[in-house]
């Protein structure tokens, strides 16, 4: 395997954590928001209602996901060393 095809396979599993990310934020922060909600306003919301503040959250978090990913993500698709990069990238993930 060459220096290529290592910066390839981890950028793909930049982009998967990426992916993971967003999807885990968006469902934890649904979740704060419903439990937040009185618990009559929380049986009044509509699927609809839900679904649109469900989209809006995941433009935040995919947002959030990119920025965070944007140094290392640029670092492994040149020839720039991207060791450091994907060290402070994976410092910052919480599991």
Request: aromatic share 4%; net charge neutral.
């Amino acid at each position: 395997m060459n220096d290529r095809d290592l910066r390839n396979v981890i950028l793909l599993l930049v982009r998967g954590c990426k992916l993971f990310q967003t999807r885990a934020e968006t469902s934890a922060a649904t979740l704060d928001l419903l439990m937040k909600l009185h618990p009559t306003k929380r049986a009044a919301i509509t699927a609809g209602q839900l679904h649109e503040k469900i989209l809006q959250i995941r433009q935040l978090m995919e947002a959030q996901a990119q920025d965070q990913a944007a140094n290392v993500e640029h670092a492994l698709e040149g020839d720039a060393d991207f060791l450091e990069a994907l060290r402070v990238y994976a410092s910052r993930l919480h599991w």
